[in-house]
């Protein structure tokens, strides 16, 4: 139970960290936006977290690499395409 709250914290902190520089990239070019339109996109995160899930990326048994790979790529690729 620990390794899976460990995993999701995570994946949590890496998808806002990723978020964040990507945001800090913007405001450099174009100017500080209005920071309300950035907070929208935090609810995104549980979406990559339940769809993590769904796929069994937080299973006690870790998958070989190539699964993992394969799995998290295809759960990013579909939240992108909902989104």
């Excluded at 998808?15 to 945001?23: M, P, R, T, V």
């Excluded at 690499?65 to 395409?81: G, M, N, Q, V, Y």
């Amino acid at each position: 139970m620990l390794m899976v709250f460990v995993l999701v914290l995570t994946d949590v902190f890496s998808l806002a960290a990723s978020g964040l520089i990507a945001s800090l990239l913007n405001w450099s070019i174009q100017g500080v936006q209005q920071v309300t339109s950035y907070i929208a996109v935090i609810p995104f995160i549980s979406l990559f977290i339940l769809a993590f899930a769904a796929l069994g990326l937080y299973s006690g048994v870790s998958p070989s690499p190539p699964d993992e790979l394969r799995k998290s790529t295809f759960a990013c690729i579909l939240i992108s395409l909902c989104i």
